[in-house]
């Protein structure tokens, strides 16, 4: 068996990266994506490797001569790379499909190694390999029946959004055997060249060959072997996330991405936080029904939708600003307060980020479970000089929640002291008590112009991706600087339509609220048996666990990631913490499932 390599390409969507060098050059956490193919290549024991050069072939070929290869390497030059498509790469090729079975290669590929070994330990003689269509994917799909034989390829012009649950995207490598290259492919290469031109892509062939009743070619369909396609920056940054040369430098990776997990199908994110029973499929329907119409047009400004979630929480528009997520909200609320804020530690780290150092006044409770009362507070405070004192409830990463009975002996002594008390209750919903517990009330705001409550839509209502918060205070002059701080259209018309959809599926929220606590209950009580695991109570849509027993928090994050493709929230670094500690977010019960059936591998034993 031999390989054929198309390297023949300019690479322009890689812009600067390709200014000197072919795309097969460029490098993925510091090694080339042509030495890292032809290494996988060259441990296969082929006969020899074939690669149609073109676009600075001269740099390609003199770097290939610095790459220790013990496969012979032959090179075919297109000298018209820039007016012809891969299609005349393979013709010029076609000689060498005809004498022995090949594997056919694109080299703007990067992959592991299992992906060649499926294709060599397959017995069907000729395949396409194929995955199942992501997001992420572009490109020529196929369609399948349950033999794995190929019904269609399809362009971007036939390609349906509705259908791509039938959909496989083809990896751009293939098997040939010699006898399929002679009776078929070949053949068909040579006359669909001659009639269509040089153009195209050689892609095109086996669509035309896939109509004949026996094609003679089959797929292969990848499960869960990582690959890339590297067209443009984007690739290139995803493909970097994913190869990498460390479990320490995947995690570190995937953590400084902040979200976008979405690009990894896979991935199941147990480290942002969202309500995993809401929104319901009615809900997503309404707003898909106006897609197009909400994508087209302006949203309002700040004057209307203020009014649409002072309508939902029940208070007057004049004590409401909307936040384009409660992270600008915070940006603007620290802004606007003066002096020295205290804060408990550890918590969620929008608050101290967005404060100057030296105007931090920090409680650390003295307990392994991170837990405080309202007179821990109160006592600690007191004496303390501070203009504002900031009560996240529950609080994040801890679950530790103080109920709105003791809150509001807090704000009395806050109003005694002449000090604001901001209360963010972006998961005060999970709260495991029957009694609402909320201060998003006017009754509340209005007896307590000291009181800012914070919330973020995205938390409770499980919409991250539209990034809605609202602060709400009685005080006029706070909450008209709110207004006039951000941006006109700080939130898009997808955010301003949920707002204005939301109370009609109120009836739903709460019955899904009701089901979270429940596989809450249930995924404490399994998360608890697990060994070298200390188990915190919450009231929130995620639990802080202990790690003992030797390993560290960060080991713990890195196995889960590389070996099961889950991502927690490693604590390591966070402030306020002495010792290894993880939160892990409440999902629906398959994929809770999943992480404790991990966890337990990897805390069984050292």
Known sequence: MQAIILAAGMGKRLKELTDNNTKCMVKVNGVTLIERMLKQLDNLNLSQIILVVGYKSKELIDYISTIEIRTEIKYINNDIYFKTNNIYSLFLARN????????????DLIFEDSVLNRLINEDYPSLALVAKYEGWMDGTVVTLDKEKNILSFLDKKHF???????????????????AFSNSHYVPFLEAYSKALGDNEYYEQVLKVITLLEKPEIKASVLKDEAWYEI???????????????????????????????????????????VNPFYPTPKLLDEIKANFERLICEYPSGMNVNSLLAAKYFGLKKEYVAVGNGAAELIKSITQYIKGNIGISLPTFEEYPNRLNKENIVSFIPSNKNFSYTAQDLIS?????????????????????????????TILEWAKEKGIFLIVDESFVDFAELDVEETFLKEEDLKDNPNLIVIKSISKSYGVPG?????????????????KKDVAIWNINSFAEFYLQIFEKYKGDFENGIVEFKKVRRKYFEDLSTINNLRVIPSHANYILCEILGGKTATEVAEELLDKHFLLIKDLSKKKGF???YIRVAVKSINENNRLIEALNQILETR
């Open 96 to 107: 060498y499909l005809l004498k022995e079975d090949t594997l056919l290669l694109e080299s």
């Open 160 to 178: 349906k959004f509705e259908n791509i649950k039938d959909y496989y995207k083809t990896v751009n490598i293939y098997k040939f055997s010699k």
């Open 231 to 273: 067209d443009d920056m984007q690739d290139l940054d995803i493909a970097e996330s994913i190869f990498t040369n460390s479990t320490q430098d995947k995690l570190a990776k995937f953590q400084n991405r902040y979200g976008g997990y979405w690009r990894y199908p896979k991935l199941i994110d147990f480290c942002y936080l």
């Open 380 to 408: 600690y405070f007191n004496d303390k000089d501070i203009s504002a004192l900031i009560l996240i409830n529950p609080d994040n990463p801890s679950g530790n929640f103080i109920s709105k009975n003791n809150v509001l």
């Open 466 to 482: 539209l990034r809605l918060g609202v602060i709400a205070s009685s005080d006029l002059n706070l909450i008209n600087f709110i």
């Open 578 to 580: 002495d010792g290894e």
